[in-house]
């Protein structure tokens, strides 16, 4: 029996436009509030069949991570003091680090498991992410959890 609850986290990239659509068309909603579902749908140009068949399966990441626990691997270069740089961009995003390992580097590449509690006041943690993946050394990000 197949379970239909599960989560997946991709990327932007391959996530359908049908599917991305349905979140500008619900970010219309919240904020254009004497727009209708039938207006918005028109407007970024689906119908409104997709809109409610889609617009309780996807929702853009951090906006419902406030109170969860994420989960990060980073793959990166064995450099002095590229691990401070992480965790001082974790620290500008008021994000509260749980869990910390670095793996003992091998071809002086190492992994970092990261495990970061969001708050309230912690920041966009798409833009930490995308953050985190701009650091010099860094060779990628991936989430690992979100619970």
């Known amino acids: 029996?197949?379970?239909?609850?599960?989560?997946?986290?991709?990327?932007?990239?391959?996530v359908p436009e049908v599917l991305l659509k349905v979140v500008e068309a619900k970010k219309m909603l919240e904020t254009e509030r004497a727009l209708t579902v039938q207006e918005a749908a028109d407007k970024v140009g689906i119908s409104?069949?997709?809109?409610?068949?889609?617009?309780?399966d996807i929702f853009p990441f951090y906006d419902n991570t406030k109170g969860k626990t994420i989960t990060l691997a980073v793959q990166m270069d064995d450099?002095?003091?590229?691990?401070?740089?992480?965790?001082?961009?974790?620290?500008?995003y008021k994000a509260n680090i749980l869990t910390i390992h670095q793996s003992i580097p091998v071809?002086?590449?190492?992994?970092?498991?990261?495990?970061?509690?969001?708050?309230?006041?912690?920041?966009?943690?798409a833009s930490m992410i995308g953050e985190l993946e701009d650091v010099r050394g860094v060779h990628y990000v991936k989430i690992l959890s979100r619970e």
């Open 1 to 14: 029996m197949e379970d239909k609850s599960r989560y997946f986290v991709v990327k932007q990239k391959a």
């Open 48 to 56: 409104r069949s997709s809109f409610y068949k889609y617009k309780d």
């Open 79 to 92: 450099v002095q003091g590229l691990l401070s740089d992480l965790l001082h961009v974790v620290a500008e």
């Open 107 to 125: 071809n002086g590449v190492a992994t970092l498991t990261l495990s970061v509690e969001v708050r309230e006041d912690t920041g966009n943690v």
